[in-house]
């Protein structure tokens, strides 16, 4: 519990966030990013929407949003630091979609809380998960010190707790 506290602390809050919100803001992060990586030089996919394509024309559902809010700064937290240390490109870049955000064209499936018995009510709110994993596929080239620099940064990084796999 000490653990998932410390955890906690590191992510990256979900503010409420209607979702025109959440869609201007996605369009001052994308033109952000690309303006970063024209002046460090590095080349992105093209029309590249920092994951969230579909929304670049479209409004999530409104409990989403927040959850896509919150991805988002985290999405932005790591281009940040591949944008900084110069990689050559970002070869691809793919976001796995969030439960919440398709919820009204599925029917919800109960997720299991661990360590929690299922003792609630139908009308009962469920208890939020205290660690959600986003999924992100992400592809660059980069020199050898400028690899280095990008793993060593996404490591140390204090604002977000992520996790690399190859």
Do not use: C, W, Y
Not at 11 to 20: E, F, R
Not at 60 to 72: C, D, F, R, S, Y
Request: net charge positive.
């Amino acid at each position: 519990d000490k653990f998932k506290d410390e955890l906690k602390k590191e992510i990256v809050p979900a503010p409420p966030l209607a979702p025109n919100e959440f869609q201007s803001r996605l369009r001052q992060a994308t033109v952000a990013t690309l303006n970063r990586a024209q002046t460090n030089s590095v080349k992105l996919p093209d029309k590249f929407q920092l994951g969230f394509d579909e929304f670049a024309m479209s409004l999530p559902e409104t409990a989403a949003a927040p959850l896509l809010g919150q991805e988002l700064s985290q999405i932005q937290m790591l281009l940040n630091i591949l944008l900084d240390a110069k990689v050559d490109s970002v070869t691809s870049f793919r976001r796995a979609p969030l439960p919440e955000e398709h919820a009204a064209l599925s029917t919800p499936t109960p997720s299991p809380v661990a360590g929690r018995a299922a003792t609630a009510a139908k009308t009962a709110t469920p208890p939020p998960a205290l660690l959600k994993r986003n999924i992100v596929d992400l592809t660059f080239r980069a020199t050898p010190a400028a690899a280095r620099k990008v793993l060593n940064e996404i490591v140390n990084s204090s604002g977000q707790f992520f996790i690399i796999r190859t």
